[in-house]
């Protein structure tokens, strides 16, 4: 693998694609989107570790979980296998896709492999799975997650971890689901009626869910209520980027973050979006290739990218949920 070496001077791609004035207060105009590490096959789920100041990320198909930090020479395997560890060839996606850092301070994982969602601590001891079947029936390949403040968990199951996608005959659901896993470890469906749910985030009151759906016929971003017992209510379309994949630009609605003010940065067709509370879009993170998911790092201010086989940052004005 071709990894770019730590330098000061990191080399730059894309632009930042300005469509309401209001974005200059969230990304300076003069901003530029830094490649930090690539040569891989599919980079996503990208988290910072508050508490070692560095990044994990997941290189999906190559079942591995990588480490970048500031001044390293190299990003550098940090857990393999990541989301596989059976015997023979599972997939082309068999690694770890989502990943966060829980209250706790254990990294959770999205494994397609072992389908299932994990948490292991990052001192000493090994993985515990918190959920891996919904009424005695295993997941598709876990996606995407997060952690509400409540202690709950939620999660995306779509088939993309599976060797035949959905016409695998390994598949034990019907549904493409969104999941939640109580403080209790009881499994629930909070969302089943989706064709391909991925990224997830809470607005900053928790009161709203966002939901991803990569779905080219209908690639939106959903928003549900959430409820006091932790269910979701009706949702509706937040944004609708279906006319922008129509258009030919690149990727799918994906993985998504927000700031503390509540604008949403969501990958999608055109790199990572950039929408208002109220749904407008504001501007793009253009990266000139299909990109997976993004994450705040280092005091909150700087968006971390997952974009094909880059890991790329984009420093911002603004300041992500969790900082």
């Known amino acids: 693998m071709s990894v770019i070496s730590a330098q000061t001077n990191y080399p730059t791609l ?6 309401d004035a209001s974005l200059d207060a969230l990304i300076a ?23 070692g100041k560095y ?3 997941s290189d999906v198909p190559a079942n591995t979980i990588y480490r970048w930090q500031e001044g390293d020479r190299a990003a550098m395997p940090f857990l393999k296998p990541s989301g596989y560890t059976g015997l023979g060839e599972y997939s082309d996606e068999p690694g770890s896709n989502g990943l966060i850092i829980n209250q706790k301070g254990e990294l959770v994982a999205c494994e397609h492999g072992d389908r299932r969602v994990s948490a292991l601590p990052l001192t000493v001891g090994g993985k515990r799975t918190l959920a891996d079947n919904f009424q005695a029936k ?10 509400h403040s409540s202690g709950a968990y ?17 598949r034990e659901t019907n549904l493409f689901g969104v999941y939640r896993i109580g403080t209790d470890g009881k499994v629930s469906i909070v969302v089943s009626d989706l064709q391909r749910p991925n990224g997830l985030a809470f607005s900053p009151d928790e009161k709203i869910l966002y939901v991803a759906q990569s779905d080219p016929n209908r690639a939106v971003i959903m928003a549900y209520p959430v409820n006091i017992d932790g269910s979701v209510g009706l949702g509706k379309v937040f944004y609708d980027a279906t006319p922008a994949v129509k258009e030919g630009l690149k ?11 509540g604008n949403i940065f969501s990958t999608g067709p055109g790199g990572v ?8 879009l504001l501007g793009r993170i253009d990266t000139n290739e299909p990109t997976a998911n993004c994450a705040w790092g280092d005091d909150g201010s700087t968006l971390y990218i997952t974009s094909n086989m880059h890991v ?12």
């Not at 690539?38 to 910072?48: D, F, I």
């Not at 295993?138 to 997060?146: A, G, K």
């Not at 990727?251 to 003010?261: A, V, W």
């Not at 420093?315 to 969790?322: A, F, R, S």
């Open 312 to 323: 790329c940052r984009i420093k911002t004005l603004t300041t992500g949920i969790g900082f």
């Open 29 to 51: 105009p003069d901003a530029k989107i830094e490649i930090l590490s690539s040569g891989y096959k599919w980079s996503e789920g990208p988290v910072w570790v508050k508490n």
């Open 138 to 147: 295993r997941f598709n390949s876990p996606n995407d997650v997060v952690q």
């Open 14 to 19: 894309g632009k930042v694609v300005k469509l």
């Open 251 to 261: 990727g799918l609605p994906d993985g998504l973050k927000i700031d503390k003010k």
């Open 55 to 57: 990044l994990l990320f």
């Open 273 to 280: 979006l950039v929408i208002s509370p109220n749904g407008k």
């Open 154 to 170: 939620y999660f995306t199951d779509p088939p993309y971890g599976l060797m035949k996608k959905e016409n695998d005959p390994t």
